[in-house]
């Protein structure tokens, strides 16, 4: 299990290895993560990696794309396509304010 935290709202949730974070953001809103198109198209659910990004899937081409687009900043990921690959102590995650 990894303990999942999200900053600002400070929501924490337990999360194993396999889990999307778009389901696991769906099933707790109170993460407060904003969605729009779940595919890797807008870049409205970037969010920064504080820790624990070794837990992570690789992001693909598509989500690179996007993240280009908003300046592609050290550690920034897109949630609607992040997968547990292998669990950690502790992944923090950061929203990107989308403004
Ligand atoms: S919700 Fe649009 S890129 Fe994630």
Known sequence: MTKL???PSGYEVEISTGS???DVTDE???ADVPYSCRSA???SCRVKVVEGAE???????DEIDVLDIFGNEDGVRLCCQIT???DVP???LEVVDPD
């Open 20 to 22: 999307r974070l778009v």
């Open 28 to 30: 707790h809103p109170r």
């Open 84 to 86: 547990m690959v292998k």
């Open 55 to 61: 837990g992570l899937s690789e992001a693909d081409e």
């Open 41 to 43: 198209s807008c870049g």
């Open 5 to 7: 935290r999200f900053e």
């Open 90 to 92: 502790r992944l923090v």
